[in-house]
């Protein structure tokens, strides 16, 4: 993909038709290593950004940690667990259905296309959130009472809103090359937080929702960013074509179904994951789930990388299996090397990265974040079957299989917390990902074993025609790597 802001301007109308993308040739070395060359630069991007920001992240949590209560952290993070839930539903699947549609989309028309996900995914999100907060009162948790008083149900929503618009953004400058501005978005949008933060502290206000407000407001300084490094003249053509609209939900309408199951299958991925901090604060306690939730941040490097390679393979493989199957045989090795690795590494350095919040935190989550770090191999396998099945589009099987996932995890998070408290839950999850990654193996292997089909013969009218001459002259062969005219290659 090409990386400069043109990526998301209005190309000029093509002069001849477009044509469709023609397939690599079958089984070729140069095309395996191309391919898996254009995973790795997608992950790196997205490695690089979760690297940055989850060291910020990590810093914004410990100054939390060393500048409040133990209880002020687990409110927090109970509340912006449920806040990157809440976002994550309210996207609508608007961001993975970017990814699939941007590629395919009117130059002209792309921007209209993005702008009117976003402002969905805001309002959505928004809505959500507002309607969380009220009831979250009605519900009796004692220690996440104070997300209902008027100001927090304010704040929590309006995070919540940009939350969603925020995921739908990182996602769509990715597929159109901008992946610097999500870094950059990113970057700033935690400094600000600590900033913020810090500020807060030092004006008296250390609760878990002034916590939480720091949040909200740093996204919010970052999407300022944005603004500038999108914006671009609109050209005449784009003009005429679009009618200086800001929005078209009609172009959504036309996409309900495919955003439908992408949605569904997004939700159910992420829900276990971000209700577990909700379930230590209600079953066991925010000051347990302060501890735990530390533990989860720290955790969350191991599972980045299997998540930015499978992002990768989706985004690449733009709905050709057959590639995607090649180069599963190289990402899933990769994948459990690098967790291995990963694990390897915070067994031995985890008191020293938790002594960093404080000394309760190396000796309260020690055991928790060795546990929890073990869900890395799990979930290679795990995120290479949803990528899979996404390019075979096949979410609606998916998401389906997700649920009867998502419902097993939380039930065995649940019985793992009556047992044994914050480890219990953290073994039993880890024990029932283990479970679906057995069962998951199967469609996998059967994937990468299937026989190549025979590539479609490519358009005729990209054919160059023979030249008069001598009977040994042949067409010209048309490049593998040739794409449909105004799409980012």
Known sequence: MTADSSALRPAPRPTRPAAAPVSAPRGGRFSLKGGVRHVAGISAALVGTQAVTGILGLLYWAVAARLTSVTAVGVAGAATSLMLLLGSFGMLGLGTLLIAEIPRTDPATRRLLVRTALVVAGVASTVFGALVA?????LGLTDLSSIATPFN???FAIGTGITGLCMVLDQAVLVVGLSRVQLERNTLASVAKIVILIGLVYAGRRSGMDIFLSWTLGNLVSLGLVAMRTRVRTSVVTARAVGRRLVDL?????LARSAASHHALNLMLQAPMLLLSVVVAAVLSAEANGYFSTARSIAGFVFVLPFSITIALFASAQGRERELAQRMRFTIPFGIAASLVADAVLWPLGPTVLSAFGHSYSVEALTTLRVLVLAGLPFVIKDHFVALRRTQNRTG???????????FELVA???GAKVGGTVGLCSFWVGALAVEAVL???PILRAARAPAPVDPPPPPALHRRPRPGPRHRRPLPVPHDQRAVGVAS
Request: glycine share 16%; proline share 0%; aromatic share 0%.
């Open 153 to 155: 149900v304010v704040d």
């Open 134 to 138: 009220i009831g979250v009162g009605s």
């Open 250 to 254: 009609g172009l959504l309408r036309r």
């Open 440 to 442: 998951l193996t199967g």
């Open 397 to 407: 099987n998916a998401a389906v299989i997700a649920l009867l996932g998502a419902v």
């Open 413 to 415: 998070a649940v019985i």
